[in-house]
């Protein structure tokens, strides 16, 4: 079979859910039903670098998306997006489709329709009272700051992609929606 020429960059967890806050995965290794489907629909896949895993290790805790919008987690991101950025641009010029960027929802770094965000969350060193700030956390209908900055680093590279997240609390509807895309 000839190569289709279809790749997908998807957020690291998803073949690796090891990289994840401890106690948070609800998969054991790769997101197998996200995998399987894009490689039954002929995509090459890339993984893109996990931010949090890069900057902070895996003994971290819990952020939201006010902790990593700092210059800093910025530009790191930038720095770790550098050489898949620069595979793109090569895919593309020599006629490769890169058309799905693939996130994880809920998430502040990774997050494409929601990324979970508090203005008073600091870990738990925040002062105050911990319960009512933890009552305080919720998510919005933003994107995660990782995912932020490849889409602003795409479209400054005139690379236009379609962009779609898992919600690992209900994979079936997240399927439903990446189909849309394929
Ligand atoms: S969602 Fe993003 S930052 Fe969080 S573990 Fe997955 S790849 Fe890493």
Redesign the pocket.
């Known amino acids: 079979m000839d190569r289709n020429k279809k790749i997908a960059l998807v957020?690291?967890?998803?073949l690796?859910?090891n990289?994840?806050?401890e106690g948070?995965s609800e998969y054991g290794g790769a997101l197998r039903e996200v995998i399987c489907y894009l490689m039954d629909e002929g995509f090459g896949i890339i993984q893109?670098?996990?931010?949090?895993?890069a900057i902070y290790g895996i003994k971290r805790w819990g952020h939201v998306k006010e902790q990593f919008d700092t210059p800093h987690f910025r530009n790191v991101t930038r720095k770790l997006v550098q050489p898949i950025l620069e595979q793109v641009l090569d895919y593309v010029k020599n006629g490769y489709e890169v058309s799905l960027l693939v996130?994880?929802d809920?998430?502040?770094?990774?997050?494409i329709n929601e990324t979970c965000s508090s203005k008073e969350w600091g870990g738990y060193s925040s002062n105050g009272n911990m319960a009512e700030k933890l009552e305080k956390l919720e998510m919005v209908p933003e994107k995660?700051i990782?995912?932020d900055e490849i889409l602003k680093i795409l479209k400054e590279n005139e690379i236009v992609i379609n962009c779609t997240a898992i919600d690992e609390e209900n994979i079936e509807d997240s399927l439903k929606h990446l189909k849309k895309f394929i």
């Open positions: 957020a690291h967890c998803i690796n859910c990289s994840k806050v948070l893109l670098p996990c931010p949090e895993m996130g994880i809920k998430s502040p770094s990774c997050g995660g990782f995912m």
